[in-house]
């Protein structure tokens, strides 16, 4: 059981997807469809490549639309030809950071050190990271997607109490068109409560946003979202379209 009510996220992880013109659109839109009613279900996120950042918060201020991003380098500042650093990301108008997505880890070589380290970054600059865990199929299909999601939560998500959210995206499940059944969603993430509960305590992990992200669509939504100790998505393709991030939004529990 959750043991408290978590006010749901949806947030859009764009990828590598968006320029300004065509890109401010689809945002404007977002924002425009954030209408009191969806404001009244579930808080909105959208997570530009970095290019975007500054020109989306900019755009989204007095909106209740939050613009984050989606990897931060873990040093303040320094001789990292190419990295932004979390203080930058914050100056540019970012609140949340998403880190260790299972595009990086695989991509980019990111450990699960690495991502913890990218999260308190995240933290020291004031924003809310997003810490993505899941298993490949191959892990899944060997009975260890527990074992594998216990220990990414375990070695990516920081010591202390601070800004938290997780994200549950099965490899697998990402960009596919497939997702893991109701009852499989609903016990990765009965378990990444019990372990941030066991880790944390109560108080703090029942006030911990937990995502479901791969293939999340308006078509499977609705019954995604109603899984006990799903707070909410993170969404990719389509969260590139403004009409279907927002149906998505609309899908959340009243
Ligand atoms: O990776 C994802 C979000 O971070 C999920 O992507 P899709 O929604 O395109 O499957």
Not at 5 to 10: D, H, N, Q, T
Not at 120 to 132: D, F, K, N, Y
Request: proline share 4%; hydrophobic share 50%; charged share 20%.
């Amino acid at each position: 059981m959750s043991g408290q009510k978590r006010r749901p996220l949806i947030a859009g992880n764009w990828k590598m997807n968006g320029l300004k013109i065509a890109g401010g659109r689809t945002l404007g839109a977002v924002i425009e469809g954030y209408d009191a009613g969806l404001r009244a279900k579930a808080d909105l996120l959208v997570c530009p490549p970095a290019t975007l950042v500054y020109a989306f918060a900019a755009a989204a201020v007095g909106s209740r639309v939050a613009i984050g991003a989606q990897t931060c380098h873990p040093e303040i500042s320094g001789a990292h030809t190419g990295e932004i650093a979390a203080e930058m990301l914050a100056d540019a108008g970012a609140s949340y950071v998403i880190v260790g997505h299972s595009e990086r880890r695989a991509f980019n070589g990111e450990t699960d050190a690495d991502v913890r380290a990218r999260a308190l970054a995240a933290r020291r600059a004031g924003l809310t990271p997003i810490v993505c865990v899941g298993e490949t199929r191959e892990e899944r299909d060997a009975g260890r997607a527990l074992e594998v999601v216990g220990a990414q939560l375990a070695g990516s998500v920081p010591d202390g109490e601070g800004p938290l959210v997780v994200a549950y995206e099965p490899v697998w499940a990402i960009g596919t068109g497939l997702t893991p059944t109701e009852a499989d969603v609903a016990e990765v993430h009965a378990f990444m409560r019990a372990q941030l509960r066991s880790r944390f305590g109560a108080a703090f992990a029942d006030g911990v946003r937990l995502l479901y992200g791969g293939s999340v669509k308006p078509s499977n939504a609705a019954a995604l979202l109603a899984v006990e100790d799903v707070d909410g998505a993170l969404v990719g393709g389509a969260s590139l379209v403004a009409a279907d991030f927002l149906a998505i939004a609309a899908a959340c529990p009243a």
